[in-house]
């Protein structure tokens, strides 16, 4: 039996507020135990999104009578809230910007709106930009202008990890996440030797930042490296949703993470350490989050399987990766000296989980 320290999900959608029959508090952080994720830092982007004090207090008073794992809740960057925003700094998980084309309201197109909230937002803390290619960039010049760190979610292209490769040669203080599904999943289907031969079609394959080339996946590979993070983007929406005339964006993620990660550990991609490092040990360093005592993750490294929508707890009720043949399975999850999830169910109950932040 191998045993992790607990993972530390740094870019999570639980949709509570607006959009509970997605998922909520309960279902997403039930989700995350059984994927061996015991801290989740959520997301701004519900409805009403999280952008001030009062949006924020209601948002962790479900949290507080909900959540089963350990979670810290981001403050959502708008056209005029920089003030508001920096002061619940110290309560946030860090500040989160939309640069770029996304689900929900939040988006900054204007760059004269990134100034105030890069001016005020406290330098202790990152500022988690969406943003891509160009944007990126923009978001890069930032950090450097304003000497402040800034955390760049999800990249999924060749050109990104290479300017954030530039970028850190010149000290520039800009670290960043990949997604599994930027790993394993191209526009034209699985990584070579994953999946189970169907490829996802319509509305299924609609994400943020969409599904890149052969060509980018493998530069993410080669460039593993200068990626600080994994984070799920776990992005529920419906099987109805995604398969309507108008799919939203996104993938849920948070209980098929470990395993591909494991399986691409066994194929000799990447190695355990790896894991540790950029599903643990610098999400907390990047975020200033503090040590889970008595917190574990008891996977069987043998266990060959296959992954099954069905037998998960996301209230989304469909995976990307479902039927693909994966390796190593959650045993079992300890979380602050109590079992929160064993052999196939959660035990933690609604509430168990504590704001990292409060
Ligand atoms: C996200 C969502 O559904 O909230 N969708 C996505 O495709 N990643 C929004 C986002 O992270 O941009
Ligand atoms: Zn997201």
């Given amino acids: 039996m191998l045993r992790l320290p607990g993972l530390i999900d740094i870019h999570v959608h639980l949709r509570e507020p607006g959009a509970t029959h997605k998922e909520d508090w309960d279902s997403g952080t039930a989700s995350a135990l059984a ?3 015991t801290m989740v830092l ?3 982007n519900t409805k009403p999104p999280i952008f001030d004090a009062e949006t924020f207090a209601a948002c962790l008073q479900s949290a507080s009578a909900k959540a089963r794992c350990d979670y810290a809740q981001y403050v959502g960057a708008g056209p005029g809230n920089a003030a ?3 002061a619940l700094a110290p309560q946030a998980a860090a500040l989160k910007m939309y640069l770029d084309m996304t689900f929900g309201q939040l988006r ?5 709106l990134w100034m105030p909230h890069f001016a ?4 202790e803390y990152p500022i988690v930009a969406h943003s891509e290619s160009r944007s990126m960039a923009a978001a890069i ?4 202008l304003y000497d402040r760190p800034v955390h760049i979610a999800h990249i999924s292209l060749r050109e990104e990890v290479l300017l954030i490769k530039a970028a850190r040669q010149r000290g520039i203080p800009v670290t960043c996440e990949v997604c599994p599904h930027h790993l394993f999943l191209s526009q034209d289907g699985a990584l070579a030797g994953y999946g189970n031969g169907e490829p996802l079609t319509g509305g299924r394959q609609e994400v943020r930042p969409r599904l890149a080339t052969i060509t ?6 080669e460039n593993l490296d200068m990626i600080d993070c994994f984070a799920t983007d776990h992005a529920p929406h419906t099987l109805a949703e995604k398969d309507s005339s108008n799919p939203p964006p996104g993938f849920p993620g948070l209980e098929t993470a470990l395993p591909l990660l494991l399986t691409a550990v066994h194929d000799g991609r990447l190695t355990l350490d790896q894991v540790v490092e950029k599903y643990h040990t610098n999400p907390r360093r990047i975020f200033h989050l503090p040590e889970q005592p008595e917190t574990w993750v008891e996977v069987d490294e043998t266990a060959r399987y296959e992954l099954r929508a069905g037998e998960m707890h996301s209230r989304c009720g469909w995976t990307p990766f479902e039927g693909w043949p994966v390796r190593g399975r959650i045993r079992k999850v300890v979380l602050r000296g109590k079992d929160a999830f064993a052999d196939g169910i959660v035990t933690a109950p609604p509430g168990y989980g504590k704001n990292v932040r409060g």
Wanted: cysteine-free; charged content about 10%; glycine content about 8%.
């Fill in 35 to 37: 994927g061996g994720v």
């Fill in 120 to 123: 005020q937002y406290p330098a």
């Fill in 42 to 44: 959520a997301m701004p």
């Fill in 141 to 144: 010049l930032f950090a450097a």
């Fill in 108 to 112: 900054l197109d204007d760059m004269a």
């Fill in 84 to 86: 508001a925003a920096a």
């Fill in 216 to 221: 980018d996946v493998q530069a993410l590979w």
